[in-house]
Protein backbone atom coordinates (compact mmCIF):
# COMPACT_ATOMS: atom_id res chain seq x y z
CA UNK A 1 0.00 0.00 0.00
CA UNK A 2 1.36 3.23 -0.93
CA UNK A 3 1.86 5.77 2.04
CA UNK A 4 1.42 8.69 -0.56
CA UNK A 5 -1.36 7.86 -3.31
CA UNK A 6 -1.09 10.21 -6.50
CA UNK A 7 -3.99 10.75 -9.29
CA UNK A 8 -4.04 10.53 -12.06
CA UNK A 9 -1.48 8.24 -12.56
CA UNK A 10 -0.95 9.65 -16.58
CA UNK A 11 -2.27 12.49 -18.01
CA UNK A 12 -2.30 13.84 -21.43
CA UNK A 13 -3.29 16.92 -22.46
CA UNK A 14 -3.40 19.70 -25.19
CA UNK A 15 -1.11 22.91 -24.64
CA UNK A 16 -3.10 25.55 -23.02
CA UNK A 17 -5.35 23.30 -20.62
CA UNK A 18 -5.42 23.53 -17.23
CA UNK A 19 -4.38 20.63 -14.60
CA UNK A 20 -4.51 19.61 -11.43
CA UNK A 21 -2.71 16.33 -9.82
CA UNK A 22 -3.36 15.33 -6.64
CA UNK A 23 -1.18 13.48 -3.93
CA UNK A 24 -3.35 12.25 -0.92
CA UNK A 25 -2.49 10.13 1.76
CA UNK A 26 -4.28 9.31 5.43
CA UNK A 27 -1.27 10.21 7.33
CA UNK A 28 0.04 13.76 8.40
CA UNK A 29 3.06 14.88 7.22
CA UNK A 30 5.26 17.97 8.59
CA UNK A 31 5.69 19.15 5.16
CA UNK A 32 4.85 18.03 1.37
CA UNK A 33 7.29 18.45 -1.27
CA UNK A 34 7.08 18.19 -5.06
CA UNK A 35 9.47 17.31 -7.48
CA UNK A 36 9.22 17.15 -11.16
CA UNK A 37 11.63 14.87 -13.15
CA UNK A 38 12.94 14.52 -16.63
CA UNK A 39 13.58 11.58 -18.61
CA UNK A 40 16.86 10.41 -18.06
CA UNK A 41 17.44 13.21 -15.23
CA UNK A 42 17.35 13.18 -11.56
CA UNK A 43 14.46 14.73 -9.83
CA UNK A 44 14.60 18.63 -9.48
CA UNK A 45 12.72 19.98 -6.24
CA UNK A 46 9.81 22.24 -7.35
CA UNK A 47 8.43 23.51 -3.34
CA UNK A 48 8.15 23.11 -0.15
CA UNK A 49 5.03 23.52 2.01
CA UNK A 50 4.96 23.48 5.47
CA UNK A 51 1.80 24.83 6.74
CA UNK A 52 -1.62 23.61 6.64
CA UNK A 53 -3.83 25.02 4.04
CA UNK A 54 -0.54 26.97 2.90
CA UNK A 55 -0.52 28.18 -1.05
CA UNK A 56 2.68 28.58 -3.11
CA UNK A 57 2.80 29.60 -6.70
CA UNK A 58 5.97 29.22 -9.18
CA UNK A 59 4.67 30.75 -12.38
CA UNK A 60 1.46 29.13 -13.75
CA UNK A 61 2.18 26.33 -11.19
CA UNK A 62 0.05 26.58 -7.94
CA UNK A 63 0.34 23.93 -5.28
CA UNK A 64 -1.20 23.68 -2.17
CA UNK A 65 -1.15 21.88 1.43
CA UNK A 66 -4.15 20.40 2.77
CA UNK A 67 -5.40 22.00 6.16
CA UNK A 68 -5.24 18.25 7.82
CA UNK A 69 -1.12 18.22 6.12
CA UNK A 70 -2.60 15.04 4.85
CA UNK A 71 -2.59 15.75 1.15
CA UNK A 72 -1.67 18.47 -2.00
CA UNK A 73 -2.05 19.39 -4.94
CA UNK A 74 -0.32 20.75 -7.91
CA UNK A 75 -1.98 23.19 -10.29
CA UNK A 76 -1.05 24.26 -13.78
CA UNK A 77 -2.44 26.79 -15.67
CA UNK A 78 -2.37 26.95 -19.19
CA UNK A 79 -0.29 24.02 -19.46
CA UNK A 80 2.97 24.02 -22.26
CA UNK A 81 5.08 21.21 -23.98
CA UNK A 82 7.88 22.42 -21.70
CA UNK A 83 6.27 21.21 -18.60
CA UNK A 84 5.82 17.63 -20.01
CA UNK A 85 7.56 15.39 -16.88
CA UNK A 86 7.17 13.02 -14.32
CA UNK A 87 5.81 14.85 -11.34
CA UNK A 88 6.30 12.99 -7.98
CA UNK A 89 5.06 14.71 -4.43
CA UNK A 90 7.65 13.04 -1.40
CA UNK A 91 6.85 13.49 2.26
CA UNK A 92 8.75 13.08 5.78
CA UNK A 93 7.62 10.01 7.45
CA UNK A 94 9.87 8.72 10.02
CA UNK A 95 12.98 10.49 9.25
CA UNK A 96 13.03 9.63 5.94
CA UNK A 97 11.46 11.62 2.43
CA UNK A 98 8.55 8.99 0.93
CA UNK A 99 7.56 9.51 -2.67
CA UNK A 100 4.45 8.82 -4.51
CA UNK A 101 4.27 6.90 -7.63
CA UNK A 102 4.41 9.99 -9.84
CA UNK A 103 2.11 11.52 -11.94
CA UNK A 104 3.37 11.16 -15.34
CA UNK A 105 2.85 14.42 -17.74
CA UNK A 106 2.20 14.85 -21.59
CA UNK A 107 1.45 18.03 -22.96
CA UNK A 108 0.78 18.16 -26.63
CA UNK A 109 1.64 21.18 -28.94
CA UNK B 1 26.81 26.58 -5.58
CA UNK B 2 26.10 22.94 -4.79
CA UNK B 3 26.53 20.08 -7.34
CA UNK B 4 26.30 16.36 -7.27
CA UNK B 5 28.13 14.55 -9.99
CA UNK B 6 27.28 10.31 -10.59
CA UNK B 7 29.41 8.18 -12.89
CA UNK B 8 29.23 6.27 -15.04
CA UNK B 9 25.75 7.44 -16.56
CA UNK B 10 24.72 4.27 -18.46
CA UNK B 11 26.38 0.66 -17.55
CA UNK B 12 25.60 -2.70 -18.73
CA UNK B 13 26.53 -5.50 -17.10
CA UNK B 14 26.25 -9.29 -16.79
CA UNK B 15 24.57 -11.44 -14.19
CA UNK B 16 27.20 -12.39 -11.68
CA UNK B 17 28.86 -9.22 -11.76
CA UNK B 18 30.19 -6.90 -9.27
CA UNK B 19 29.08 -3.02 -9.44
CA UNK B 20 30.23 0.30 -8.41
CA UNK B 21 28.59 3.42 -8.50
CA UNK B 22 29.90 6.51 -7.41
CA UNK B 23 28.26 10.33 -6.27
CA UNK B 24 30.43 13.14 -5.10
CA UNK B 25 29.05 16.56 -3.99
CA UNK B 26 30.52 19.66 -4.09
CA UNK B 27 30.09 23.01 -2.37
CA UNK B 28 28.75 21.79 1.41
CA UNK B 29 30.00 20.03 3.81
CA UNK B 30 28.79 16.96 5.68
CA UNK B 31 25.51 16.57 3.95
CA UNK B 32 22.79 13.68 4.56
CA UNK B 33 23.33 11.30 1.19
CA UNK B 34 20.95 8.90 -0.35
CA UNK B 35 20.64 5.89 -2.51
CA UNK B 36 17.78 5.86 -4.77
CA UNK B 37 16.31 2.82 -7.40
CA UNK B 38 13.64 4.03 -10.05
CA UNK B 39 12.12 1.36 -11.74
CA UNK B 40 10.22 2.38 -14.78
CA UNK B 41 10.11 5.85 -14.53
CA UNK B 42 7.92 5.86 -11.12
CA UNK B 43 8.23 6.37 -8.03
CA UNK B 44 11.63 6.36 -5.87
CA UNK B 45 12.63 3.53 -3.24
CA UNK B 46 15.31 4.48 -0.87
CA UNK B 47 18.28 2.02 -0.70
CA UNK B 48 20.81 3.58 1.66
CA UNK B 49 21.15 6.94 3.33
CA UNK B 50 24.16 8.50 5.44
CA UNK B 51 24.63 10.68 7.68
CA UNK B 52 28.32 10.83 8.30
CA UNK B 53 31.39 9.51 6.84
CA UNK B 54 30.90 5.30 7.89
CA UNK B 55 27.55 5.92 8.79
CA UNK B 56 25.10 4.16 6.66
CA UNK B 57 21.47 2.82 7.27
CA UNK B 58 19.95 0.14 5.26
CA UNK B 59 16.17 0.51 3.76
CA UNK B 60 15.61 -2.93 1.65
CA UNK B 61 17.64 -6.03 1.93
CA UNK B 62 19.30 -6.72 -1.03
CA UNK B 63 22.63 -7.74 -2.55
CA UNK B 64 23.55 -4.16 -3.03
CA UNK B 65 25.89 -2.36 0.01
CA UNK B 66 26.99 1.45 0.41
CA UNK B 67 29.64 3.14 1.73
CA UNK B 68 31.20 6.40 2.39
CA UNK B 69 34.71 6.53 2.78
CA UNK B 70 34.99 10.33 2.71
CA UNK B 71 32.43 13.50 3.21
CA UNK B 72 31.20 14.11 0.32
CA UNK B 73 31.46 10.55 -1.46
CA UNK B 74 28.68 7.91 -1.62
CA UNK B 75 29.40 4.55 -3.06
CA UNK B 76 27.02 1.77 -4.45
CA UNK B 77 28.24 -1.57 -4.75
CA UNK B 78 27.40 -5.17 -5.23
CA UNK B 79 29.63 -8.34 -5.19
CA UNK B 80 27.26 -9.96 -8.02
CA UNK B 81 24.55 -8.38 -9.75
CA UNK B 82 20.71 -10.25 -10.57
CA UNK B 83 18.84 -9.34 -13.18
CA UNK B 84 16.67 -7.58 -10.64
CA UNK B 85 18.94 -5.07 -9.99
CA UNK B 86 18.47 -3.52 -13.38
CA UNK B 87 17.24 0.27 -12.66
CA UNK B 88 17.63 4.06 -12.89
CA UNK B 89 19.99 4.26 -9.52
CA UNK B 90 20.14 8.30 -7.92
CA UNK B 91 21.89 9.59 -5.25
CA UNK B 92 20.65 12.61 -3.48
CA UNK B 93 22.00 15.21 -0.61
CA UNK B 94 20.07 17.15 1.82
CA UNK B 95 21.45 19.55 4.60
CA UNK B 96 18.41 19.18 7.24
CA UNK B 97 17.36 15.82 7.48
CA UNK B 98 15.71 13.99 4.86
CA UNK B 99 13.89 17.46 3.78
CA UNK B 100 14.93 19.11 0.69
CA UNK B 101 16.50 16.84 -0.83
CA UNK B 102 18.67 17.39 -4.43
CA UNK B 103 19.05 14.54 -7.06
CA UNK B 104 22.40 13.96 -9.39
CA UNK B 105 21.72 12.99 -13.01
CA UNK B 106 21.13 8.88 -12.13
CA UNK B 107 22.84 6.03 -13.36
CA UNK B 108 21.02 3.80 -15.76
CA UNK B 109 21.72 0.20 -15.21
CA UNK B 110 20.96 -2.71 -17.42
CA UNK B 111 21.94 -6.03 -16.24
CA UNK B 112 21.91 -8.47 -19.13
Known amino acids: TQLLEQSPQFLSIQEGENLTVYCNSSSVFSSLQWYRQEPGEGPVLLVT?????EVKKLKRLTFQFGDARKDSSLHITAAQPGDTGLYLC?????????FGQGTELSVKP | SQTIHQWPATLVQPVGSPLSLECTVE??????LYWYRQAAGRGLQLLFYSVGIGQISSEVPQNLSASRPQDRQFILSSKKLLLSDSGFYLC???????????FGPGTRLTVT
Open chain 1, 49 to 53: VVTGG
Open chain 1, 90 to 98: AGVKGGKLI
Open chain 2, 92 to 102: AWSVIGPYEQY
Open chain 2, 27 to 32: GTSNPN
